[in-house]
C-alpha cells in the first residue's frame, strides 16, 4: 500500500535545556502536497516544531517521520535536502555576499555541477520574481526581497516539504502580496506557521491551532480560521473580513482577493452579508 503521508509527528514533547517546556505531546500528520496553517499566540511552540522537523533541534523525545524515514541523529543531512526551512528573520538565512552565493549555497552543498548550480538559482529567482538579482547584496535588499531570497535559498534545493516562519510578517502589503503569490505557485507540502489568518485562508487547506506547546484543534482551514470562539479562547482573533463574513470569506479569498479592493467586491460581500444577516434573524 502506497503511503501518501509526508510528514508523521507522533507524541512529540520538548523542553529547551533553560527548563523551558515548549511542546508537550505533538501529534499530526500531513498528506503530500498539503498546505498547513499553523496557528497559535506567542509561544506556543510553531518555531520549536518546526525547528523539529528538518532537525534543527534534535528530537529527544516522541517520533518524527519525514517521507517515510524516521528522524534521527543519523539521518539529518538526508532529511535537510527534503524539508526546507525558511527562518522568520531572512537575516538568519543570509549570510553570503551576494544574492548568487546565497541561493547555491543548498546546491553547491548537495554536489551538483556548476551547471546545475546555475540553473537552480536561475528557476529558483525566477519563481520568487527576483531574476538578475544574483550579483546584489543580500544585506542591501529591502526587507521584502530579502524575504524572497530567503525563499530561493531554500527552492534551490527542490524540497518535497517546505517550512515557513511568519512569511508575510513585517512585509508591506506588496511584499506580502508578493510572497502569498509565490507561495501559491509552489507544489511542495508547506506548512506555514502564521499569525496572518487572511492569507492563510487564501492559500492553506488545513490548520493545525497551537498553544502552550499542544495541539488543540486540527482541521479544514475554513472551519478552524473561521471559527471566532475558537481562536479568541486561545488568544487569537479572526481578522474583521472574517468576521464580517464568515466563511463566506472563503471564495473571495481563494479568488484572488485582496483586502484593499473592498469596492471591486462589494456586490459579492454585501450578498453575503445580507444571507448572513437572514440566517441571524431566522434562526432566532
Ligand atoms: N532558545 C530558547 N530557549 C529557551 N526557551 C525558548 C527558546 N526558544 C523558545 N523558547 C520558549 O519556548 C516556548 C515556545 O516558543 P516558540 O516555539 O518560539 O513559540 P512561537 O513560535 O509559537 O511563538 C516559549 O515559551 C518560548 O519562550
Ligand atoms: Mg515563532
Not at 12 to 41: H, R
Not at 153 to 160: F, N, Q
Request: hydrophobic share 35%; aromatic share 4%; proline share 4%.
Amino acid at each position: 500500500m502506497s503511503d501518501n503521508r509526508d510528514i508523521i509527528v507522533k507524541n512529540l514533547s520538548y523542553t529547551y535545556p533553560d527548563g523551558t517546556p515548549a511542546l508537550k505531546d505533538v501529534c499530526f500528520e500531513i498528506t503530500k502536497g498539503e498546505n498547513v496553517a499553523l496557528v497559535g499566540q506567542n509561544g506556543a511552540g510553531k518555531s520549536t516544531l518546526l525547528l523539529h522537523l528538518n532537525g534543527v533541534i534534535e528530537n529527544n523525545n516522541g517520533c518524527i517521520t519525514i517521507v517515510g524515514k524516521q528522524l534521527d541523529k543519523k539521518n539529518v543531512p538526508d532529511i535537510r535536502k527534503k524539508v526546507g526551512v525558511v527562518f522568520q528573520d531572512p537575516d538568519d538565512q543570509l549570510f553570503m555576499s551576494t544574492v548568487f552565493d546565497d541561493v547555491a549555497f543548498g546546491p553547491i552543498n548537495m554536489g551538483f555541477s556548476e551547471e546545475t548550480v546555475k540553473e537552480r538559482v536561475k528557476k529558483s529567482l525566477q519563481k520568487v520574481g527576483l531574476s538578475g538579482f544574483e550579483e546584489r547584496c543580500p544585506h542591501h535588499l529591502s526587507f521584502g526581497e530579502k524575504k524572497r531570497i530567503s525563499v530561493a535559498t531554500v527552492l534551490s534545493m527542490t524540497p518535497d516539504i517546505l517550512l515557513l516562519d511568519e512569511p508575510t510578517s513585517n512585509l508591506d502589503p506588496g511584499g506580502r502580496r508578493n510572497i502569498i503569490e509565490t507561495l501559491k505557485t509552489l507544489d511542495s507540502t508547506k506548512i506555514i506557521a502564521s499569525h496572518d489568518i487572511e492569507s492563510l485562508l487564501e492559500i492553506c487547506d488545513n490548520a493545525i491551532l497551537m498553544d502552550k506547546g499542544r495541539v488543540v484543534a486540527t482541521g479544514r482551514s475554513e472551519d478552524i480560521l473561521t471559527d471566532i470562539e475558537l481562536l479568541n479562547s486561545h488568544g487569537l482573533e479572526a481578522p474583521s473580513i472574517v468576521k464580517m463574513l464568515g466563511d463566506d470569506v472563503i471564495p473571495l479569498l481563494r479568488d484572488n482577493f485582496d483586502s484593499s479592493q473592498i469596492k471591486r467586491h462589494e456586490k459579492t460581500i454585501k450578498k453575503a452579508i445580507s444571507k448572513k444577516r437572514k440566517k441571524e434573524i431566522f434562526c432566532k
